[in-house]
């Protein structure tokens, strides 16, 4: 009994010993993980590996910029290189165009369809302010040269060899539309030409008249501007003038 007391009495010293020691003994240090298989990356790794990364990322970057940056000037200089081109075909087109309008002969009514056998009619546009009216004869155009004095004239008379200073409003005939006037600009605006070189019909009815005279005539299409017409007055169209004689020199 006395022996089995002392035993559990040792037992129990030693217990406390032992709970005494490891309560006021410092904790032993986990040792660290060594590299190796089997061991994860350290703090110092993934800082590095992150650097690298974020490098890559700014090289890329940088490339990017660059590359935009070239193609942006490509782009701008590829823009004025094309204008340039654009420009000078442009020129040298109207050059040409001019160059053409310049040595090529006047253009004629050629586009404008025959008047050929169509009739005339009446005057269908307003008389200009001062102007004479013109009666147009309806009906089938004239053939040969029609002249009708509306008042006679007692000056000077008028030869094919004369220059002669008129006034006049002249009609088409299949049309009745105003071609020509001395009276546009709302008086009248005398004009004068050397009766041989005018239309072969104005000259024919004009030539036998006297200042102060005023006469109708009539101009078949073959004596006016034939089949080549002229401006607005398309090809083979017959003509209607009044035309008053202001002056003639011989």
């Known amino acids: 009994m006395d022996s089995d007391t002392e035993d559990q009495s040792s037992d ?3 217990i406390e010993e032992s709970a005494s020691t490891a309560l006021i003994a410092p904790a032993s240090p986990t040792p660290a993980s060594s590299g ?5 990356p350290t703090d110092d790794e993934d800082l590095e590996d992150w650097e690298l990364v974020l490098a890559k990322v700014a090289r890329d970057t940088a490339t990017t910029k660059i590359l935009v940056a070239v193609l942006l000037v490509v782009v701008v200089v590829g823009s004025l290189v094309f204008g340039f081109l654009v420009r ?5 087109t109207k050059s040409a165009s001019t160059t053409t309008s310049t040595t090529s002969p006047a253009s004629t009514a050629t586009t404008l369809e025959s008047s050929a056998g169509k009739p005339c009619v009446a ?3 307003p008389l ?10 309806v009906g089938p155009p004239p053939t040969s040269l029609v002249t009708k004095d509306i008042k006679e004239g007692t000056g000077a008379e008028v ?4 220059t002669v200073t008129v006034n006049y409003v002249g009609v088409a005939c299949s049309t009745g539309k105003i071609f ?3 009276y546009a600009t709302g008086k009248a605006v005398p004009v ?12 024919k009815g004009v030539t036998g008249m006297k200042v102060g005279g005023v006469r109708l005539i009539g101009i078949p299409g073959d004596q006016a501007y034939g089949a080549q017409g002229q401006g607005t007055i398309a090809p083979d169209e017959a003509l209607w003038f009044v035309v008053e004689v202001t002056a003639v020199t011989p």
């Not at 000078?88 to 040298?92: L, V």
């Not at 004068?192 to 000259?203: C, L, M, N, R, Y």
């Open 159 to 162: 030869t094919s060899a004369s």
């Open 180 to 182: 020509d006037s001395s």
């Open 12 to 14: 129990d010293e030693l």
């Open 36 to 40: 190796g298989s089997g061991g994860g």
């Open 128 to 137: 200009p302010a001062g102007a004479p009216t013109v009666d147009v004869a």
């Open 192 to 203: 004068s030409f050397p009766v041989a070189q005018v239309i072969p019909g104005f000259g």
């Open 123 to 125: 005057l269908s546009d």
């Open 88 to 92: 000078n075909d442009n020129s040298s």
